[in-house]
């Protein structure tokens, strides 16, 4: 199994970065990563006003995947998420849901154990490792990895866990695919702007559909896919997952718009990934039974 | 037990209307409800320009709930919800999460057999019966039965089903409690504008906590505390129910503002009720073993 160092980290998803390594899909691969805050933040006196804020929310990678060309999807499955003991937290001035109010900075160490998130000695909540930012290269230009889009990129999605597949569109030769920013326990929004950021190691392996494209990526669950839209506001963001997830229902079932509409307002639950980040994410949750891969996963238009 | 005819119907919350009846909290009561159509809409060939838009969106009531005082919260325990074996959808052209698109205007009759809604021949989803529209008269004005604010009204939440509890400020003598636009299935965004709409029963019953108040309705279901927050966008609804999450923590745990916006990233789950109205609906899910109801009914501010 191929071992990528956290090393070798990225702050900008773009086909300028040479990549570290080349895998095939028939090969695992580890990826460590660097927690958010690029593992700056040692203790609780640690001030906010002291971050490099250039060496932050970076990715490992990025990573060659053989023979992914333009216009394939690639197939991201994470098999397992590894993370250490502790974790740290913060809230930020000017940040998350409730920057227009007036608070101080505080960074906030958290000890884990037995599964379990440790915020206070009494008040444990479970964990739930998970990748906040995961995607590949656009096919022009420079992302910021802690910004987010139809690459991915900072989704913040707390689904994206192990055991689930990723599927994302690739834009440049190889994909270019990078990783980092585990969570220990992320809520639906993130909205202090932090979670329980930890360093680790992420255990994939690659696939991928020759010739056919997503428009968002998609994320593969238990009984669910969820399209991982983005917009500038959760408004524009859900008029995007709606958008794609009718159109997926037009082609699954031959539908006209209409019906399809119809049945999202019956079956699609739209969900808040975050709503901190510059762009602000929504997905739209689709049961398995109601939808196949095809029709999410189509020929390129 | 009280029976109240789908006859008695408000079109908005307000204290102008005198109730149809008075109740005590020692007493079941029976609500018949109109569906969201005003149950004009008899069979496919009906078009939607036929409509008369005075007539939809109405509510049952309102009740005069005896001893409910200004400043008191109005506990509605919902026992349960009774739909017929049909409903009706409808895609209304400038409506819904995709207004901005060209459609026409279609109405589908749904039929429901043992629990499930039948799309079409073999596309079946489960029924989740649930109420559309619940709430109290305001202080002052009048709210269109179609709108939703810290009152209640067309909130449309899924979860307010049977089987659940709902917290609403009392503002005027006897509260003046009206529900309706019962769905018999409905996803988190009711992107298309309706949902499989039905008329029906409700039976529920009433109880008063004194001289306490909550911000916004809460619904107590199984395992949670939803705040059920709107604003202009989704973007000031998340902000809102955030702020009330992130008092309620403070209270509960005797918090700093910074101790509880951090917790509430991780335990705080942001959905999304629906998009589709003149205010959007974001409620902030809270597990009931990290919060008291205490905390977020509590002295008059």
Redesign the interface.
């Known amino acids: 199994m191929k071992r990528i160092s956290a090393r070798k980290v990225i702050y900008s998803f773009s086909r300028k970065h040479k990549p570290v390594e080349h895998v095939t899909t028939k090969e695992k691969v580890l990826l460590e990563t660097e927690d958010a805050f690029g593992g700056q933040v040692k203790d609780e006196n640690m001030s906010i006003e002291q971050l490099d804020w250039t060496k932050v929310n970076g990715a490992t990678g990025p990573v060659f995947v053989d023979e992914a060309k333009p216009g394939d999807t690639l197939v991201v499955a994470i098999e397992e998420i590894r993370i250490p003991d502790k974790g740290v937290?913060?809230?930020i001035p000017n940040q998350?849901?409730?920057r227009?109010?007036s608070?101080?900075a505080?960074v906030?160490i958290i000890p884990l154990h037995e599964g379990q998130?440790h915020?206070?000695r009494e008040?444990k909540?479970k964990a739930n490792p998970m990748i906040g930012t995961i995607g590949v290269a656009p096919l022009v230009g420079e992302i910021p990895t802690g910004s987010l889009g139809r690459h991915g990129g900072n989704m913040d999605v707390k689904e994206v866990t192990s055991r689930t597949k990723l599927y994302l569109p690739v834009f440049v030769e190889g994909a270019l695919f990078a990783a980092g920013d585990l969570h220990a326990?992320?809520?639906?929004?993130?909205?202090?702007?932090?979670?329980?950021e930890v360093p680790g190691e992420i255990i994939l392996s690659f696939d991928i559909i020759k010739g056919k494209s997503v428009s968002w990526p998609i994320l593969e669950t238990q009984n669910s896919y969820a399209i991982l839209a983005c917009g500038d506001?959760?408004?524009e963001a859900?008029?995007l997952a709606?958008?794609a997830a009718?159109e997926a229902f037009m082609r699954e079932?031959n539908w006209?718009?209409?019906?399809a509409?119809?049945?999202?307002?019956?079956?699609?639950?739209?969900?808040?990934n975050q709503?901190v980040d510059p762009k602000?994410g929504?997905r739209a949750n689709i049961p398995k039974s109601?939808m196949s891969l095809e029709s999410l996963c189509h020929g390129n238009s």
Not at 256 to 259: R, V
């Open positions: 937290i913060a809230v998350g849901a409730l227009n109010k608070f101080s505080v906030k998130v915020f206070e008040i909540v326990v992320q809520a639906d929004g993130e909205v202090c702007v932090s979670a329980v506001s959760l408004d859900s008029a709606v958008d009718v079932y006209s718009f209409e019906k509409y119809m049945f999202s307002s019956l079956v699609v639950d739209l969900k808040v709503v602000k929504i109601l």
